[in-house]
C-alpha cells in the first residue's frame, strides 16, 4: 500500500496577516494567498497551513476564535476559501487549517450562553468554579481564573481571559468541536494543525500546581503544569478526533504540543499514540533552542528519531509564528542558516517551513510603541513578544515590497530589499535558488524522503554525519558546524566496496574521494555535503 502524503510531506506555513495584502488595508488575506499559489508551485510544497482565519476579536490575532464556521472579513468570504481550496488543490497543493480547540473567544456564541445561569444547556460547555479553586496561571498573565458579573462565578483560561478554556471532560463539548471539524473536512480541507492540543483536558480535581524554586519573570513558569495538561484522558480524545478523520480518507491531523522546557521529544512522540492511532504528526521544537553545535543537534535528532519510532513519522521544524526565527537565531550568519536548512531537508517524514524562512528572513525590528502582541505587551522586556516573526513577507523591491502599497500592520525587515523574492530569484546563489534546489532533490530522490537515518560516527566532534537508507540506497550527509576548516575522517566505506558520488554541496565542488581506506576529507567553514553511496561488484584491496 502505498504511504500516506504526510509521510515525507512539506507544509508551507502561511500567516495569513503578513503573508499578501490584496484590498490594500496594510493586512494579508485570503485572495493574496490566492495570487502567491504559483510561487508556492515554485518551492515543490506539498502542503500549506493557515494560522487562524476564522472570525475572531483578534484579542490574540485568531487565536480567539467567535465562530469556527465564518471567516472573519479582515481575511475575506467563504466564497474566497472555496477558491483557495479549488485553485491550490489544481496545483496538487493540500490546504490545512490551523484549528483552536483547547479554548475559544468569550465572544463565540458558547461562552455566551455558557455564562447566562449554571443550568442552561451549555453550562458545563467551560470550566467554572464558584472560588479560585487553585493556584494555576495564565501563560499570558495573571491568575488562570477570571470572575464573570453575569454568573458569579470564575472560568478557567490558559492564556488571555479572553480565552476561556472548553470543558473537554463533557461529552457534549467533544460532539460539537467534531462536528466543526467535519463542516470543514466536508468543505475540502485536507487537515488541521491542533493549537496546544496537549492542554485540553484538565485534572478533574481541580488540583494545585506543584511549585518550582526559583525565580522567573511570569509566574506560569513557576509551577509544574502536571494538572493543567498532559492529563491521561487527552489520549481518549484524541483518539475520537482521529476516528472522525479516517472516516475521511488522506485527512491529517498535526499537533502542538506544550512543553515545560526544550526538550521533551517524548512527550510529543506520545500523542502520537502507540498504536499510531492519534496524531498522525506532532511538533518537537527543541532544535529551536538549541546550540549550533554538531554534537547537541545529533542527540537532539537521535533523540527524537528514537521517541517517534520507525513506524511512526518524525516532524521537522525550524521557525514558526511562536518563535524566534531562525535567522535571527544563529546571527544572521546566511552560511549557517543555509546548513540547517540542508540538516532539515534530508530528514525523515515531514518537514515544516515558515513563510520567509526561504529567503532566510530574519526578524523584523518592533519598537515598544509598536507592540501588538499581548504576551509581549505584558512582559517586555523579558519577553520580546512574537510580532518579530511575523513581519510582513518580502516579495519586491517597489512599493511597499509587494506586500501592500499602504503600511502595512508590523514593520518589514530591516533592509527588505536585499530580502526580496525578485532579488533573489536573479542571484544564482540565494537563500530563495538554494531551498528551491534542496527541495527538488528531496522530491526527486525517494531516500533522502522515506530512507532510515543512521548517524555516523566521525573523528571530529564539529562535523554531523548520518546516512539515510532505502531498499538498499544510501545517501551520505556531512554538515560542517564550525566556522573554521574542518578535517574528518570517515570510515572505511572501500571495505564494504563502496563508492561515493556527490549529489550537492554547499560550496564549490571539493575532489572526489574514491573510497581508499579511512578516508580523510577537508570541509570548508559551514560546508554541507549529499552523497549517493554506490556499491561496487568487488570491494577495493
Request: charged share 25%.
Amino acid at each position: 500500500m502505498d504511504n500516506a502524503w504526510w509521510e515525507d510531506c512539506v507544509v508551507y506555513q502561511i500567516y495569513p496577516r503578513s503573508f499578501q495584502d490584496s484590498n490594500n488595508d496594510g493586512i494579508g488575506d485570503i485572495p493574496g494567498i490566492i495570487q502567491r499559489l504559483d510561487y508556492l508551485k515554485t518551492l515543490q510544497v506539498d502542503a500549506i497551513w493557515l494560522s487562524p482565519i476564522f472570525l475572531s476579536p483578534m484579542a490574540d490575532f485568531g487565536y480567539d476564535v467567535s465562530s469556527y464556521r465564518d471567516i472573519d472579513p479582515l481575511f475575506g468570504t467563504h466564497a474566497d476559501v472555496e477558491l483557495l481550496l479549488k485553485e491550490a488543490h489544481q496545483r496538487n497543493i493540500k490546504v490545512l487549517f490551523d484549528m483552536v480547540l483547547n479554548h475559544t473567544s468569550k465572544m463565540h456564541p458558547w461562552f455566551q450562553e455558557s455564562r447566562l445561569s449554571k443550568d442552561n444547556e451549555k453550562a458545563d460547555y467551560y470550566l467554572w468554579s464558584d472560588s479560585i479553586p487553585n493556584n494555576w496561571y495564565a501563560a499570558f498573565g495573571g491568575k488562570a481564573w477570571t470572575y464573570d458579573s453575569l454568573r458569579k462565578q470564575y472560568y478557567m483560561h490558559s492564556f488571555l481571559s479572553e480565552q476561556p478554556d472548553l470543558n473537554w471532560r463533557n461529552p457534549e463539548v467533544v460532539e460539537a468541536v467534531l462536528g466543526e471539524l467535519r463542516f470543514w473536512l466536508d468543505a475540502g480541507v485536507d487537515g488541521f494543525r491542533l493549537d496546544v492540543i496537549n492542554c485540553i483536558v484538565k485534572d478533574e480535581s481541580l488540583r494545585n500546581n506543584p511549585r518550582i524554586l526559583g525565580s522567573r519573570p511570569r509566574p506560569y513558569d513557576m509551577q509544574r503544569h502536571i494538572f493543567d495538561r498532559n492529563r491521561v484522558e487527552t489520549h481518549q480524545k484524541l483518539k475520537m478526533l482521529r476516528k472522525l478523520m479516517d472516516e475521511y480518507g488522506q485527512r491529517v491531523l498535526v499537533g502542538e504540543i506544550m512543553v515545560e522546557l526544550p526538550g521533551e521529544p517524548e512527550l510529543a512522540a506520545s500523542y502520537l499514540g502507540r498504536f499510531n492511532d492519534e496524531l498522525h504528526l506532532s511538533f518537537d521544537f527543541t532544535l529551536a533552542s538549541t546550540p549550533f553545535k554538531a554534537t547537541r543537534w545529533k542527540t537532539v535528532a537521535k533523540r527524537w528519531y528514537e521517541a517517534v519510532g520507525r513506524h511512526r513519522v518524525p516532524t521537522w521544524v525550524l521557525n514558526n509564528h511562536d518563535l524566534s526565527r531562525l535567522m535571527s537565531r544563529v546571527g544572521e550568519n546566511e552560511a549557517k542558516a543555509k546548513l540547517a536548512a540542508l540538516f532539515l531537508i534530508t530528514q525523515r517524514g515531514a518537514l515544516f517551513l515558515y513563510y520567509g524562512e526561504e529567503l532566510g528572513l530574519p526578524n523584523s525590528k518592533v519598537s515598544r510603541l509598536a507592540l501588538q502582541d499581548p504576551l509581549g505587551k505584558r512582559y517586555w522586556p523579558f519577553h520580546p513578544g512574537r510580532d518579530p516573526e511575523r513581519g510582513p513577507m518580502v516579495w519586491n523591491t517597489g512599493e511597499g515590497n509587494g506586500f501592500s502599497p499602504i503600511e502595512p500592520w508590523l514593520p518589514f525587515v530591516k533592509a527588505a530589499n536585499r530580502y526580496s523574492v525578485e532579488n533573489q530569484e536573479m542571484e544564482e546563489h540565494s537563500m530563495l535558488c538554494y531551498y528551491r534546489t534542496l527541495l527538488h532533490i528531496r522530491k526527486e530522490d525517494e531516500t533522502l524522503r522515506r530512507g532510515l537515518t543512521s548517524f555516523v560516527e566521525t573523528s571530529n566532534t564539529n562535523v554531523l554525519s548520518y546516512c539515510r537508507e532505502l531498499q538498499g540506497q544510501q545517501r551520505l550527509i556531512l554538515l560542517n558546524f564550525s566556522k573554521r576548516r574542518q578535517a574528518v575522517t570517515l570510515p572505511s566505506f572501500a571495505q564494504k566496496g563502496i563508492q561515493c558520488e556527490r549529489i550537492f554541496s554547499t560550496h564549490e565542488p571539493l575532489p572526489e574521494f574514491t573510497g581508499n581506506g579511512m578516508e580523510s576529507m577537508l570541509l570548508e567553514p559551514y560546508q554541507g555535503l549529499i552523497y549517493r553511496l554506490i556499491e561496487t561488484l568487488e570491494p577495493e584491496q
